[in-house]
Structure formats: structure tokens, C-alpha cells
């Protein structure tokens, strides 16, 4: 018998568990352990028949059925579970009371993804279910990640290994939510879900799962908010990532959110603290052991920090500041030599201080680095723009997307920098290229309409953000993009229901709010 509603008129709620218990008192007991983890639609049966008829109509998200039932052995209801292809993602889970090796070990070859063991007590139940979700989750990005491994082993082209990752990246995207449903409080699979969503190209909703993860997280797990911190980086909200980056810090100290936390600041303008933060920075890993990975984070950190000292120097008028800049990328480019960005910067301090001699030494110095470093050239293509040098700037990035011509990652960041410094040619060359290799990602096309409506050609503007959105309706930033670009065309109505679309997606989206 059905303790729960059960009516067609008012299906059950989410988050649904359906437990098969002959044992009338142990369904209760389960039944109230299960609330503190969130599941307050619960289905208890006596008959496991009949709590596989309701898994079969499409209620319930886990299953926990009793190893002896007399109308059906746990065991057999379980391959039946695991044996239906309908039902066979539920987490489903046996209780018993053998707690030999013998009777665990029958559990796992019927697939059971989990064991209560009896008597019933909340910690046995509790225990049991998050253990079935940490396993089922490692299981699930284990699979992930040796399915990455072949893909980026077998070098195959942009457009291949790229259909391949977001064909491995929707199946564990489906699966998360699965999980989610089945565990809806598990930190985790919220964090999995967000990143991947992200790197999937559907950034509209990976916010709310870093949130979600940050409401369920462990108290010691910093995770939640380190992701989130990054996530508000990738939409430059520099302000909110730096927040989020000092509340990863006060659940645990990590040097590297400190790092990151630092460049946040100076990001989101707070440069005195960046300064400060740096200069803790840099402090640690002066009094650690010295060897070459040390000296790489060390050679970071003091360009960083010289950067923000630079930056403040020129703000101010304060040449105080600006040889404390030039110490530091001096102090940057002794520890790695072949650190293009730091001997640039060195170089600029050089050239501000009036010491032209030094300057043509490092200018000498980085004519004869050509590393094969992606991350150093668009570094140095990063210093090239703020000191106005446009052809050293084009020149470094044009190093670096040559670096992997294979990494659609990397062509998507040049092509980011081509755009926002203004080399717009570069930037349609290699995204026409790109987007001819990878026909279905949002992204590149969507950085194409741009790039398009830069140079007036309106129509090619408004056919790429249109095949965007054929490959991502949810994100709000392209809804706009068309929105501006409609309006430009004349096509008003049009363009107020795309602008009306990007607020209903992105309520804080304030741009477009003005155009509703």
C-alpha cells in the first residue's frame, strides 16, 4: 500500500523515492531518514511489485527495496531496475541485514549502487545514500575523463575532436541531471554540472548550479566558490569573481586562490588591494624551498604585482612606484628568463625611467625568445596593448594561435583579443576558418556576428547570431547581440522580442533592459 498521495490529478513532486519494505516499521524509519536529505515525496511499499509498477510509470528518482521481500528478493528487483532501459539510470539501493562480504558482494554483481545495512538507523541510511552518489559521480567523470584522454590522444581535427567532446559533454550533462534529481543535495554534482555547462558553451544557467553548490556544500570545501569566482571572470565581473575568490579563502587558505584573487583585484581596478594581496604572495613563496616550480609562480607573481605597480604609477604620477615595478619584473625575469611578458614589462619600466641603454638590452633579449608558451605570448600581447605598441601586439598574438592549431580553446581567446584590441581583420580571418572547421559552436559564431557588425556588414551580423542561437537559444548575451543588431537594421519589433528574450534569460541585464 502507497503511504504517500498518489494522485493522477496531482503527480508527485520531484525528488520522488519509492521504498520497497516489507518490514512496515523500517519503510518508516527510511521514510524519515530520507527528509534530512531533502526528499519529502516519498513512496512506501510492502509489495516491491508494486513499487516497480510506480517506477515504471515514470515516479520516483531512487529506489531502496529490502534484500528479502517475500513478494520479490531485493536482489531480483534490483536487476530488474538495472535490466530496464527506462529505469536503469535510478539509483537504486538494497537493505539487509547481511553484513558479510558474501552478501555486499551479491549487492554489486546485481549493480546495486548501494547497501543499508540493517538494523535501520538515520546514519546507516544517510551514509548509504551519499556514498551511492559520491561513487556514481567519480564513476560518471571518470568516464568523462579517459573519454577526453582518447579524443586528445588521437589528434584528430578542430571540427572531430570538438563534435566528440560536446557529444561526451551532453551525455554527462543528462546524466548530472539525473543526479541531481536522485540527490538534490549533493554538492558535487551542482559543480560538475556548472563546469561543464560552461564548457559546453551554455553559460546562462551555470551560475545558478555554482550557487546551488555553494547552498550544499561540506563546510570545509571551497570548491563552490572558487568556480563561482571564475564563472563571474568569464562574464567580466571582475568585482563579484574577486568576492567570491575571498570567500573560497575564508573556508581555506589556498596560495592559489590567493594568486588568483590577487589578479581579480586588479582586474576589478582595487589595486591597493591586489598590491597588498600580492605582496603575501610573495612573501610565501619567498620562504619555501626554491626550485623550478617556485620560481615559475614566483616569476608570476612579481610581474603581476609589477603590473599593478605600474598601472598605480602611471595613475598617480608617482615615480616611486614605477621603479618599484621595474624591481619587481627584473626580479620576474631573473627567475625565468624565458618569460616573454615579464622581460616586456621590464623593458617598458626601463624606457619610463629614461634608461634607454637597459631597454635596448631586454628589447635585444626578447627578439631571441621564441618559446612554444601560449600563455606567455598572449601575456606579452597583454603588455604590448597597454603600452599602445599595436604591431608588437598583433605580432605576439599571431605567435600564439599558431602555437596549437588544434586548440579551440586557445582560438577562441586570440580571437577575444583580436576583437577587443581592434585587429578585426585578424579577427574574421580566423574566425571564418574556425567556425568552417566547427560549424556548431555558439560561441565562434557568435564572435563572428560581432566581428561582422564591427565592419557594417549588418545581414552577415544578423545570419551568424542566428545560427548561434540554432545551437544555443539560452544565452542571453547572443539574444542581445541580434537585438543591436535588428535595431540597426530597421526591424524594431524584432529586435524588442530578442532584447525582451535576454532579460527573461538574464534579469540583471541591464543594457537591454533599456531597449524593452
Not at 605597480?309 to 604620477?317: A, S
Request: charged share 25%.
Amino acid at each position: 500500500m502507497v503511504s504517500d498521495n498518489l494522485d493522477a490529478k496531482h503527480p508527485p513532486l520531484p525528488h520522488a523515492m519509492v521504498i520497497a519494505d516489507d518490514d512496515g516499521q523500517d519503510g518508516v524509519l527510511i521514510k524519515r531518514s530520507v527528509k534530512e536529505l531533502g526528499y519529502n515525496n516519498v513512496h512506501v511499499f510492502t509489495s516491491a511489485k508494486e513499487a516497480l509498477d510506480l517506477l515504471a510509470s515514470g515516479v520516483g528518482v531512487i529506489f531502496i527495496v529490502n534484500h528479502n521481500n517475500k513478494t520479490l528478493n531485493g536482489l531480483d528487483a534490483i536487476r530488474h531496475v538495472k535490466g530496464t532501459s527506462a529505469i536503469s539510470h535510478l539509483p537504486a539501493l538494497l537493505s539487509s541485514y547481511d553484513r558479510t562480504t558474501a552478501g555486499i558482494l551479491a549487492a554489486k554483481n546485481a549493480n546495486a549502487d548501494g547497501y543499508i545495512i540493517k538494523p535501520i538507523t538515520p546514519m546507516n541510511v544517510l551514509r548509504a545514500i551519499k556514498t551511492a552518489s559520491e561513487r556514481r559521480t567519480e564513476s560518471l567523470m571518470a568516464i568523462m575523463r579517459q573519454s577526453e584522454r582518447e579524443i586528445t590522444s588521437a589528434k584528430d581535427s578542430i571540427a572531430t575532436s570538438q563534435a566528440a567532446k560536446r557529444e561526451i559533454y551532453a551525455s554527462v550533462i543528462k546524466s548530472l541531471y539525473v543526479e541531481i534529481s536522485s540527490f538534490p543535495n549533493r554538492s558535487r554534482n551542482y559543480l560538475e554540472l556548472g563546469k561543464l555547462l560552461v564548457l559546453s558553451g551554455q553559460k546562462a544557467h551555470a551560475g545558478d548550479h555554482f550557487q546551488k553548490a555553494i547552498e550544499t556544500r561540506e563546510p570545509n570545501d571551497d570548491e563552490p566558490y572558487i568556480q563561482m569566482a571564475e564563472y563571474h571572470a568569464s562574464v567580466d565581473n571582475y568585482e563579484k569573481a574577486a568576492g567570491f575568490a575571498k570567500m573560497a579563502l575564508t573556508v581555506k587558505f589556498s596560495i592559489k586562490t590567493l594568486v588568483r584573487l590577487g589578479e581579480l583585484q586588479s582586474r576589478a581596478g582595487d589595486l591597493n588591494g591586489s598590491i597588498v594581496t600580492f605582496k603575501s604572495v610573495v612573501d610565501y613563496f619567498e620562504k619555501q624551498k626554491q626550485n623550478s616550480e617556485t620560481d615559475k609562480m614566483l616569476a608570476k607573481c612579481y610581474n603581476e604585482r609589477g603590473k599593478v605597480y605600474l598601472e598605480k604609477g602611471e595613475q598617480d604620477d608617482n615615480p616611486t612606484l614605477i621603479k618599484a615595478a621595474n624591481a619587481d619584473f627584473k626580479h620576474s625575469a631573473e627567475k625565468t628568463p624565458n618569460f616573454m611578458a615579464a622581460q616586456y614589462n621590464l623593458m617598458i619600466t626601463y624606457k619610463k625611467m629614461g634608461d634607454t641603454q637597459a631597454a635596448m638590452k631586454v628589447a635585444d633579449k626578447i627578439k631571441s625568445i621564441e618559446p612554444e608558451d601560449f600563455e606567455g605570448w598572449i601575456m606579452l600581447a597583454e603588455s604590448y596593448h597597454r603600452d599602445g605598441y599595436a604591431p608588437g601586439c598583433a605580432l605576439a598574438l599571431d605567435k600564439a594561435v599558431h602555437i596549437d592549431l588544434n586548440n579551440l580553446e586557445n582560438h577562441k581567446q586570440v580571437a577575444h583579443l583580436y576583437i577587443e584590441y581592434d585587429f578585426i581583420e585578424k579577427a574574421e580571418r580566423l574566425l571564418a576558418s574556425t567556425v568552417s572547421s566547427v560549424p556548431g559552436d555558439s560561441s565562434l559564431l557568435n564572435m563572428l556576428g560581432i566581428v561582422y557588425r564591427r565592419m557594417g556588414k549588418r545581414d552577415m551580423a544578423i545570419e551568424q547570431y542566428r545560427k548561434a542561437l540554432e545551437f544555443d537559444n539560452e544565452d542571453a548575451g547572443i539574444h542581445f547581440n541580434l537585438g543591436r543588431a535588428l535595431l540597426d537594421a530597421g526591424k524594431i519589433e524584432e529586435a524588442k522580442t530578442m532584447f525582451r528574450k535576454c532579460v527573461s534569460l538574464d534579469p540583471n541585464m541591464e543594457e537591454a533592459k533599456k531597449y524593452v
